[in-house]
């Protein structure tokens, strides 16, 4: 159990207790746990949040419920990042610490009678061997942490934080933090995409999907200079043909034909088959271009 590993070792550098008091709370109505939930985060994190809003956006009827799908996508068209956690009782707690209620998924009934619900974990007490929540139609439900783990083991141990852009869950991993900043990107303007990947690949440099959505996110955005740049970092560190394709298409953008072909041969060059037919289309185009 980690309840009892955490409550007999604490890790030196956890708080004993903490509590995100101001963390707005909204009433669930009935199957409206979703909606309030994530409005509770967004909230928090300083968007516009109201559960009559957000409800149609993410509620299902035909299931009575919101799946964890679109709670993410909810946050994200909010235009916040919203990342999952590691799924481990310290990470939620570390979240929490670190200022950042989580947004849980219990399931307070039985394996084979599930009971799905959301609730917003903002406060905790290891020695008191308590958690506490933004839950149902109680501002501050305290719940046994060895219950809570539980009933959210049921579920998955799923939980996400919700975040504005540029800043991210003290205990990202860099697997979700891609994932973030790819979904993110989907729905947000170019210039909000640019913070999020810009912060991502300062913590992971080696990352080649982080600094290819930068790229990507820069030449939406129209600077083609810093997108090329970008490309151009990437392709050398990696040998990949995908960024030197899409240097070829910006350096034609920008009117520079020979480097654009240098690096349509340089895409062909890397020798990855599954790039061989955008190799050959991005060399063909930075021929008929010269």
Known sequence: MQTRALREQPPVDLARSAELAGTPFFAQTDYQCGPAALATVLAAA???????ELGPQ???????GTLQIEMIAGARRAGAVATRVPATLEAVLREVQAGHPVVVLQNLGLSWIPAW????????????????????????EAMTMRTFEHTWKRSGSWAFVALPPGQWPVTVQEAAAVEAGVGFERVAPPSQAVAVYRSALARWPANL???MGLGNSLHASGDL???AEVFRA???QHRSAPAWINLSGTLLELGEKGAALEAA???????DAAWQVQSDAALQEALGQR
């Open 117 to 140: 619900h959301y609730a917003v974990l903002v406060g905790y007490d290891i020695a008191a061997g308590e958690v506490l929540l933004r839950s149902g139609t109680t501002r501050r």
């Open 265 to 271: 041969r340089s895409a062909q060059a890397s020798g």
């Open 209 to 211: 999907s982080l600094a």
């Open 234 to 236: 990437a392709a050398t």
């Open 58 to 64: 993410v509620f299902l009827p035909a299931r009575t």
């Open 46 to 52: 300083g968007f516009p949040a109201d559960p009559g």
């Open 225 to 227: 200079r810093g997108a």
